[in-house]
């Protein structure tokens, strides 16, 4: 943008990447600082409101924002939802879904499947994909902040690092049980055990 004040990038097409690229890298930076704020309420362990929550229910919204991207990447949507209800803050659950539901569909292969069950009696959320998968070797680390397993390929899709580290510090508050399993180039599986 200062070339362009400047004068160095005159021509429109020059003009018009410029500020593409701007805007792309602005929104990613908005977005770390709003995981970063996240990130740092769910540290102070402030008192948030709980309610009872409908998973089914928050999950189909996000489902619905993501539709685009699911009928983009061409992904098979396997779903198997009960009704389940947990006492959560709204934010916490929210977060936690989406974060999760949209790793997996940033993450997953064109043509692949998004696998998602909700298990009333064993107090589940899964989510399964079939996409490039974490190696054994950086599998410990991905719950840690900033940490992205391909740096390149994460940050041209957006992604900061700091999804995971979240979904973990919202298991930690409520006492929730975290599992993965990985392939890679064979996909992932995070399942959420609720107490």
């Known amino acids: 943008q200062q070339m362009i004040t400047e004068g160095i990038i005159t021509s429109p097409e020059d003009i018009l990447d410029a500020s593409r690229r701007t805007n ?5 930076m908005h977005h770390i600082i709003l995981e970063m704020l996240e990130l740092s309420k769910l540290e102070s362990k402030e008192e948030t409101k709980l309610e009872e929550l409908n998973v089914n229910s ?49 993450y997953n292969v064109d043509g692949g499947k998004l696998e998602i069950s909700l298990s009333k009696k064993n107090r589940e959320f899964i989510v ?11 599998q410990s680390r991905i719950f840690e ?18 999804g995971l580290s979240i979904v973990k510090h919202i298991c930690t508050l409520y006492n929730a049980d975290i599992f993965l399993t990985s392939k890679l180039n064979k996909g992932t599986t995070i399942k959420i055990q609720f107490k």
């Open 24 to 28: 792309k890298e602005a929104s990613r």
């Open 58 to 106: 928050i999950l189909t919204d996000i489902l619905e924002q993501f539709n685009n991207d699911i009928v983009e990447k061409r992904l098979e949507l396997i779903t198997s939802l009960e009704d389940m209800s947990l006492i959560m803050n709204y934010s916490h659950l929210y977060q936690l879904v989406r974060n999760l539901v949209e790793n997996a569909i940033k």
């Open 128 to 138: 399964r994909d079939t996409g490039v998968g974490i190696s054994s070797q950086e």
């Open 145 to 162: 902040r900033f940490y992205r397993v391909d740096k390149a390929r994460s940050k041209d899709q957006g992604g900061t690092g700091l």
